[in-house]
């Protein structure tokens, strides 16, 4: 180990004596900095509107899919900073995710019969609600290759739950929540036998089917029970995406259809393709669900069990008046209700229109028996005209709206002519237009699909960046573009390179509105929120070996792993290491892994973390930390060594080769004493303002303490070796001592700092 030198300290003493060297700005003025890089005012403008300075926060964060990457990106609006990429139905490295025991069983939840599926196309985030509006408590987000859906806990942005749709072979219309979070929503794409089991084509109208499932969601335990949780099954049309209602509309919900004409292609038995045959009628068909009826004929036993799962069939939920149709204009895509929950907003996709549905005259003509025949399946269909209250023209190839927090206001993305339009539904009428680059799909704008939208800005998730880009060869990054919203003309402010894979979809939340935690309380297993059986405290570290099993108790703290070194496993055992991280300051996350066996875990503060392993192979395998988390992050380290079958300690020679002096001691005891007095110095500011108002700084407090504490034991057996007058090993706890010295002076000083930039004021 490399001794630390006088250098590090005199930092450290300059930095606490407030010797660091300034920022100075260079004499640019801004006409200079404009002409130099070619800048025009309106691109000053946006860049101001954007800029977020050092240090400083976001308004609002978005929660994007990340398409094939099968993650969930987070970025501040309007910096555009990407904050994290949460793993959701992919191994995700940096977390772990996939490569410590907790996360494995997330994913396990997520295998699709008994089949382990390491890749999803995240499409549709849906934040948690209370009435309507977010209460940022969870995420969810589906899968479309797989027909999936993930929780996320909003207060530790970590993946929990992940559940495979037991009677659905693909989908599209999910994540979307009803109003309280009774339920989160998934419909199906592409129609399929609900069974497991070979149906031919021919049989397609009779025994091919598509359905919507309604999740329920126990918000106490924040995961999805699927014991309680049922299907609608719905004909053969290929479902597309789906809103719940709010406000009047509660309790219903709504989902398009693409190909209500019940198409099967097959080019290569000499028909026509899919997208002839699925774009033949001039309308298709929305799908209206009441869902608390559904709930109510589960409960009654009238749903059947297919898959383990309840589904409701077509005949149940018509003859209760649950389920109806309404021909829209051929294949739709978007379904968006208004904040108000009074109308239904569905998109043409190869219509110029949107078509305004009222809730309030759907209901009028149920009510009044008003339907306009039959589907083949007995399902009653409402005349388009006695539901529609007015169709709009915006442009070519309307795809999704969101809404602003002006009333009446709405953005519909044009994916055609790649323009977003703004118009008001109230009035029909278009308000402004403005280009994006190029064919946006979804647009977001802030809680826009809420009851209380916030208006202020708008992002464009554009298909294609094209030539927006510095090039990368020929897969491009995908593309957001943040709009200015907050006044009638919208303005460009700032391109966005996604490098992740397609971003479906987004939605953004206020961001005080979310509360997540910066630790865990010790020893939790943070994928089930509980205490975990391997957690340990500090001194309280085991290595147990029973049979061909190694189970070791480890802990994690600046910078030491204990145990440093595993030496009773042989070739062929099964190697669990349970990792607690002792750290309570903020983000002093540690990372474990072990050469050649495949595992990571991350570690954060209080969490406990599981790698396990067959140790196939004789040999020495080194394990680290692989976060930075200390000036000695290197020194975190130790030896996992196997040894071959029936190995003996030979002859090993036990002496260990003395380096250390009396002068050396010295030399560290001085450094000791030094050093303690920048820390009196550093506690001295502390305690003389008033730190207490700073719970970031309390806890950087007690952490330093934490580890000025533990000088205490490493005196006694340096104090012990000093009366030996063995030198080498007063030396060495000297500079354990040391050790523990720079780390609480770390900590003091990050407080100090941010007291300092904080405001903090004197007290005495
Ligand atoms: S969809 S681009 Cu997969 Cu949400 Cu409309
Ligand atoms: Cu812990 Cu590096």
Not at 89 to 95: A, D, H, K, M, V
Not at 344 to 363: C, N, Q, R
Not at 446 to 474: C, H, Q, W
Not at 605 to 613: D, E, L, N, Q, Y
């Amino acid at each position: 180990m490399k001794r630390a030198t006088l250098h590090a300290l005199s930092l450290l003493l300059a930095s606490a004596l407030g010797m660091s060297a300034g920022t100075s700005w260079s004499a640019d003025s801004l006409q200079d900095v404009m002409k130099k890089r070619g800048l025009s005012q309106q691109d000053l403008l946006a860049a101001a509107k954007t800029y977020v300075p050092t240090g400083k926060r976001d308004e609002f964060l978005a929660f994007s899919s990340g398409g094939q990457s099968g993650q969930v990106m987070v970025y501040g609006i309007p910096s555009m900073r990407i904050l994290k990429f949460i793993g959701v139905f992919t191994p995700e490295p940096w977390q772990g995710y996939g490569y410590d025991e907790e996360s494995k069983k997330v994913l396990k939840g997520g295998w699709i019969n008994g089949r382990e599926v390491t890749w999803g196309d995240s499409h549709h985030p849906a934040i948690s609600e209370t009435n309507g509006n977010y209460d940022g408590q969870f995420l969810f987000i589906n899968d479309k290759a797989n027909p999936r859906i993930a929780v996320i806990d909003l207060r530790d942005f970590e993946t929990k739950q992940i559940v495979a749709n037991p009677i659905f072979k693909s989908e599209h219309g999910g994540a979307f929540v009803t109003s309280n979070t009774e339920y989160v929503i998934e419909a199906s794409q592409y129609a399929a036998p609900l069974e497991n089991k070979f149906v031919p084509l021919e049989e397609f109208n009779e025994k091919y089917r598509g359905g919507m499932t309604f999740w329920k969601f126990d918000r106490q335990k924040g995961r999805i029970d699927a014991g309680k949780s049922f299907s609608f099954e719905l004909p053969p049309y290929s479902q597309d995406l789906s809103d719940a209602g709010k406000g009047p509309s509660e309790g219903w919900a709504f989902t398009n259809s693409f190909c209500s004409e019940r198409y099967v292609g097959g080019i290569e038995r000499g028909r026509p393709p899919f997208e002839a045959g699925c774009s033949a009628k001039d309308t298709d068909y929305m799908h209206v669900l009441n869902w608390k009826l559904g709930e109510k004929l589960v409960a009654q036993g009238k749903a059947k069990t297919i898959n383990g799962h309840k589904v409701i069939p077509m005949d149940v939920a018509v003859k209760a008046g649950a389920l109806f149709l309404i021909p829209e204009p051929k294949s739709p895509h978007g379904v968006d209700i208004t904040p108000d929950g009074k109308f239904i907003i569905v998109a043409g996709k190869l219509d110029t229109h949107v078509s305004v549905f009222s809730f309030e005259k759907i209901m009028a003509a149920i009510k009044a028996g008003r339907f306009e025949g039959k589907d083949p399946y007995g399902i009653p269909i409402i005349g388009m005209k006695d539901a529609l209250d007015k169709q709009v023209q915006l442009g070519l190839g309307p795809l999704h709206t969101q809404f602003d927090s002006t009333p009446c206001e709405a953005y519909t993305s044009l994916y055609v002519d790649s323009q977003v339009a703004k118009w008001d539904y109230c009035k029909g009428k278009v308000l402004d237009k403005i280009p994006v680059h190029y064919n946006i799909g979804h647009l977001m704008t802030m809680e826009g699909d809420t009851m209380s939208p916030k208006g202020k800005y708008l992002v464009a998730l554009n298909k294609l960046a094209i030539d927006r880009f510095n090039p990368v060869g020929p897969l491009h990054p995908q593309s957001h573009q943040l709009i200015d919203i907050a006044s009638d003309k919208m303005q460009l402010l700032y391109d966005m390179p996604v490098p992740l894979g397609e971003p479906h979809y987004a939605v953004a939340i206020a961001a005080d509105k979310l509360k997540p935690g910066i630790r865990y309380k010790l020893g939790t297993d943070s994928r089930t929120d509980t205490k975990h059986p391997g957690a340990v405290r500090g001194g309280e570290e085991k290595t147990i070996k029973k049979g061909n099993k190694v189970t070791v108790y480890a802990t994690m703290i600046r910078s030491h792993i204990t145990p440093e070194i595993i030496d009773n496993v042989d070739v062929g055992d099964e190697v669990t290491i349970h990792l607690t991280n002792l750290e309570r300051a903020q983000d002093e996350t540690h990372g474990f892994t072990i050469s050649g066996f495949n595992v990571h875990a991350s570690v954060e503060p209080g969490k406990t973390a599981t790698v396990k392993f067959k140790a196939d192979r004789e040999g020495v395998f080194p394990y680290y930390c692989t976060e930075f988390c200390s000036a000695l992050h290197l020194e975190m380290q130790g030896y996992l060594l196997v040894k071959p079958k029936g190995w003996k300690p030979g002859k090993v020679s036990k002496a260990e080769t003395k380096t250390y002096t009396k002068a050396d001691y010295d030399k560290q005891y001085k450094t000791n004493l030094d050093t303690q007095a920048v820390i009196d110095q550093v506690v001295g500011y502390i305690t003389s303002v008033n730190y207490k108002d700073f719970p970031e700084v309390v806890a950087m407090v007690e952490d330093a303490f934490d580890q000025l504490g533990k000088t205490k034991d490493v005196k006694v057996k340096m104090e012990a070796a000093v009366k030996a007058q063995d030198w080498q090993n007063a030396t060495l706890w000297a500079g354990q001592w040391w050790q523990y010295q720079v780390k609480t002076a770390d900590l003091g000083l990050r407080a100090k700092t941010y007291l300092e930039q904080n405001g903090a004021r004197k007290v005495k």
